[in-house]
């Protein structure tokens, strides 16, 4: 190669690298043109929008919330059980509510003041418990008084239940 072309060439890769806007032309006799790529100027630069990436996964369920008050109604006294001791007479409680109800410290009592505490339990909606004068039935929620005498008085009584706070939730009062 002469010189003169190596210099034609370093000068248009100085152009080409340099001068954006200029074509360069190589001073030969043949007269050869070169196209240039050239980048317009106070062209906006694109910038990606960030994407929020959507966790996979189970949906949470959410976590029921339980009341410790609520519409839980006596729906009947067995009085009169068999025997002297009568251990099979009770009360009948429902949870007429939505919502579960914990009835931890809860009271049923009756007009001789035999006072019944409930333990920790939760009460589903719907759902029908018995508290006994002293049988143990876990079908029906285990709730006994442990008397060893019978509770309900047999020609009449009433029921009072409240709640862990002495709220009267609900009476029942038969004869």
């Known amino acids: ?10 000068v248009l890769l100085v152009l080409v690298l340099f001068h954006r806007p200029v074509i360069a032309q190589i001073l ?3 007269q050869i043109f070169l196209p240039m790529v050239v980048k317009p100027e106070n062209t906006p630069t694109p910038t990606l929008t960030p994407i929020t990436p959507t966790p996979m996964g189970p949906t949470a369920t959410p976590i029921p919330q339980i009341a410790t008050t609520g519409n839980i109604q006596i ?12 251990p099979d007479e009770y009360v009948e409680i429902k949870n007429m509510d939505s919502k579960i109800i914990q009835v931890h410290n809860w009271t049923i009592r009756d007009i001789a003041n035999h006072v019944y505490t409930f333990r920790s339990y939760e009460m589903q909606p719907g759902q029908t418990c018995r508290v006994y004068t002293n049988q143990d039935h876990p079908e029906y929620c285990s709730f006994n008084y442990q008397s060893s005498s019978a509770i309900w008085n047999n020609s009449g009584d009433t029921a009072y239940l409240k709640d862990s706070t ?10």
């Open 1 to 10: 190669m002469k010189k003169a072309s190596k210099l034609v060439l370093f």
């Open 75 to 86: 729906i009947s006294i067995r009085a009169n059980g068999s025997g002297t001791s009568e």
């Open 166 to 175: 002495g709220k009267l939730i609900d009476e029942y009062s038969y004869n």
């Open 28 to 30: 030969e006799p043949n």
